[in-house]
């Protein structure tokens, strides 16, 4: 290669073996801005990336939520349910609504199975909200929440009504 009038071999075609043993080959830590990383669903965040004395799992603890001015780090333990909004998804709190640009698919993929259910197409809900669950003459089931929100769980979900029937009983 030429620059400026100069022949050069980069170090990494010269001396392969060299190269790569001066650049650390874990050097990097995914940088969590819009509530996700860069890593596949179902893939833990690497050691280096985990506050000490975090126990390890490949869920989501908390979501990134950029709001004006501000960027808020919300406990996923505070969320009742989720909804679909567009490509936007809207994270319901007993105290407020808080909306992250992504799908609602993909933080099903990323949030904990035993504490999330999906309960629609454009819901997922946390079992441990769950007051009520009534039946309807449509085949659908209206699901309370301890703060007296009513959702719709639909007929595409009925499925999942006898383990949240077995939820509620325990």
């Known amino acids: 290669m030429t620059l400026n009038g100069r022949s050069f071999t980069p170090a990494s075609i ?13 050097a990097r830590v995914p940088l969590v801005l819009s509530g996700r990383d860069d890593r596949p669903a179902g893939q833990p965040v690497a050691a ?27 406990d996923v333990a505070e969320v009742t349910w989720l909804e679909a909004f567009g490509n936007y998804v809207r994270f319901h709190t007993p105290a407020e609504v808080y909306t992250v640009r992504g799908t609602l698919t993909s933080f099903e993929k990323e949030l904990d199975p035993t504490r999330f259910v999906r309960i629609h197409r454009s819901m997922i809900v946390n079992r441990d909200v769950i007051r ?8 659908d089931f209206t699901l309370v929440t301890s703060g007296g929100e009513q959702l719709t769980l639909s007929r595409n979900f009925r499925s999942k009504v006898p383990e949240l029937r077995r939820r509620l009983a325990s």
């Open 48 to 74: 280096s990336a985990r506050p000490a004395g975090a126990q390890s799992s490949p869920y989501l603890d908390r979501i990134v939520v950029r709001s004006r001015s501000r960027i808020l780090f919300l």
């Open 132 to 139: 009520e669950l009534h039946s309807r003459r449509t085949g």
């Open 14 to 26: 010269a001396r392969p073996q060299q190269a790569t043993a001066a650049r650390p080959t874990d």
